[in-house]
Structure formats: C-alpha cells, structure tokens
C-alpha cells in the first residue's frame, strides 16, 4: 500500500492542474527541511523526473518545481542522479524559451549541479563533439549582456558557475581558447558593484591562472583587461604619484590617478593575489608583471592593508619578487589550491 508521501509524488504528474498546482507546492515546502529532503529522497526515481516535466508549465507550477529541484540539488547523490538523467541539458533549454518565468532558479540548480565534474562536463557538452561548449558559451552572453546593477540580476550566480568550471582542466582550457575569447568578457564584468559577479570573476581569473605554465600567453593576450581586474582590487584607494603612474599602461595609471572605493571583500583581494602570484611563476609572467609596475602596486598596497588573510597573500607574491631581485627569500608559503563556489 503506498504512503502519503509516495502518493503525493504521484499526484505531480495528475491530469488535474489544481491537484498538481497543490501537489508541487506541498513538495517544494518539504524540501526547505532536512528532514522533508531525507524523506523525498527514498522516491527520487519518480520524484526528480515528475520535477523535470513541471519545468515547462505556468509560473504558478514552474516555480515550486524549480525551487524543490534547487534545494534537492544540495544533496550530492540527488544531484548525481540529475545530472545522469539530463538535467542540465534540460535546465538549459527552459533558460532560453521565450518568456522563462524561473531564470533565476534555473541558473542556481546549474551552479548545484557543476560541484560535481560529471555535472561540468555535461555543461561543457565534452562528449558532443558539435556542440561542445555552445552551452557556456551562452550562459558567458548572458551573464555579460544582462545587468548587474538592478535589484533583480537574473545571471548573478553565472559567476559561481563560472568558478566551478574552472575548476577542472576541461574548463579552464575552454574558458582560454582565444577564439572564443571568454576569459576576456568574463573579465570585464569585474567592473560589476555587484560583489556576487565581482567574486566569480575573481575565483574564475584565479582558477584559471593553474593554466599559467601551459597556457600564459594566452593569458597574457588580454593583459589590457587582466591587469586592472587583478590589480586595482589590492592598490589600495590611495592616489598614485605621477612617476609611478608614468610607468603604468593608460588602463591601470588612468584609475590611479584618482580616488577610489576599495574592494572591501577579503576573499576577492586574497583571490587576486593568488592569481598574480601563479602568474608569475612563470619568468614571462614576471616580466609582464614588472612592465605594468605591478611591484610598486602591491607595495603600496600592502602598506594600507588590515586583514591578515590578504597580507599573507601579499607575502606570497611578495617572496617571489625578493628571490628575482637577488634578495634574502622572506617569505614561504605552499601554491594555492583552486577555488570552491
């Protein structure tokens, strides 16, 4: 005989819309609880695939399914069993229809499902030789094109998804391809007051500069917008002497030149650092490095900064600048390790 909770399930694929309406609401509410996620769980086989289907109705259904599948998607083996039953592919299709009414949801259950590397390949479409990448490739237009400084950001938590995919190899080396050039329109978004958007772009920078050893001139080709998205956030908000701004390039001297907020986000500043400092490892790193008077950035900044989270990671740059100079090595400190959403 089937419990209550086993025909509640079942009433999420009812010919009836009021059933349903009701069915759907009372799942999406059990799964703001442990305890209703646990018991959800047991009928996942029927749950997640009913879910599915509700994605394409009215707001008044759409919304509650989606909401469930995103507070469902925290739980790991939930997620894998979304991921193996295309949920992703699913997700992406409903975010490009014509008046999607849960964009937002949409984009936070794939930021669920990329924690895992079987969820980013299936974004990254690595099997489908064709179409491999189109889906990051529109979810990039998206999240540049669309605003971040209105209450209502639909694409926000692209950033976050941008992180998790640039945690894996596969990811990074698509986000470097120079001919898709989206590591440069990623970048640009670091301009954002929106701090969700600034520390995906960050943590995207940082991830991707793993590739630094294989891959730095194609870093390097974006150097106009690389340097100020790494750099500004930890020059402190003094005002530059016209000396050290002579020696800058026009992107970097022209902010310099005035005052300026500070990024007050500790993790941004430390993941900018990191960056810099996996950067120059490499000798042409440190050569580009030098050429935007980048020491003379970080000097500055280091003396204006409080946290000491950001001047360890200060230090860190820091050791390999003495050690090219000739100096005493001052500072030791592991590699980084990639970042988490």
């Known amino acids: 005989?089937?419990?209550?909770?086993?025909?509640?399930?079942?009433?999420?694929?009812?010919?009836?819309?009021?059933?349903?309406?009701?069915?759907v609401e009372i799942v999406s509410g059990l799964t703001g609880s442990e305890e209703?996620?646990?018991?959800?769980?047991?009928?996942?086989?029927?749950?997640?695939?009913?879910?599915?289907r509700l994605l394409s109705e009215s707001k008044e259904v759409s919304e509650p399914a989606a909401q469930a599948l995103v507070?469902?998607?925290?739980?790991?083996?939930?997620t894998r069993k979304m991921i193996q039953m295309g949920l992703i592919k699913v997700a992406m299709d409903m975010?490009?229809?014509?008046?999607s009414c849960i964009t937002r949801l949409l984009v936070m259950l794939l930021v669920n499902l990329t924690q895992l590397d079987d969820g980013v390949s299936s974004l990254l479409q690595i099997e489908d030789e064709k179409m491999r990448g189109l889906h990051i490739m529109k979810l990039v237009r998206s999240f540049c094109r669309s605003?971040?400084?209105?209450?209502?950001?639909?694409?926000?938590?692209?950033?976050?998804?941008?992180?998790?995919?640039?945690?894996?190899e596969d990811g990074r080396k698509m986000l470097l391809e120079p001919k898709r050039g989206l590591l440069k329109q990623i970048i640009r978004q670091f301009d954002s007051t929106n701090q969700l958007r600034k520390k995906g772009v960050a943590g995207?920078?940082?991830?991707?500069?793993?590739e630094a050893k294989n891959q730095l001139e194609n870093i390097l080709l974006i150097s106009e917008?690389?340097?100020?998205?790494?750099?500004?956030?930890?020059?402190?908000?003094?005002?530059y002497s016209e000396e050290d701004i002579s020696k800058m390039p026009p992107e970097l001297g022209s902010a310099l030149a005035i005052e300026r907020e500070p990024v007050t986000d500790a993790d941004i500043r430390v993941q900018t650092l990191e960056a810099i400092y996996l950067i120059i490892l490499q000798e042409a790193g440190r050569r580009a490095f030098w050429s935007v008077n980048g020491p003379r950035i970080l000097q500055v900044g280091y003396e204006y900064e409080e946290d000491?989270?950001?001047?360890?990671?200060?230090?860190?740059?820091?050791?390999?600048?003495?050690?090219?100079?000739?100096?005493?090595?001052?500072?030791?400190?592991?590699?980084?390790?990639?970042?988490?959403?």
């Not at 917008?225 to 005002?239: N, Y």
């Open 1 to 23: 005989m089937a419990t209550e909770l086993e025909e509640l399930v079942e009433f999420l694929s009812s010919p009836s819309p009021p059933v349903k309406k009701a069915a």
């Open 36 to 52: 209703g996620l646990q018991s959800l769980s047991k009928y996942s086989e029927i749950l997640l695939p009913s879910l599915s």
């Open 71 to 78: 507070n469902l998607s925290q739980n790991s083996e939930l």
């Open 95 to 99: 975010l490009y229809k014509p008046q």
């Open 147 to 168: 605003s971040g400084e209105s209450a209502d950001d639909q694409f926000e938590h692209v950033g976050s998804i941008l992180v998790n995919i640039s945690k894996t």
């Open 204 to 210: 995207t920078i940082r991830n991707c500069s793993f």
């Open 225 to 239: 917008f690389l340097w100020p998205a790494l750099l500004l956030p930890v020059a402190g908000s003094k005002i």
């Open 308 to 341: 000491s989270k950001v001047m360890r990671a200060y230090e860190q740059v820091g050791s390999l600048l003495v050690e090219e100079s000739g100096g005493p090595e001052e500072f030791s400190s592991s590699e980084p390790t990639k970042a988490e959403s």
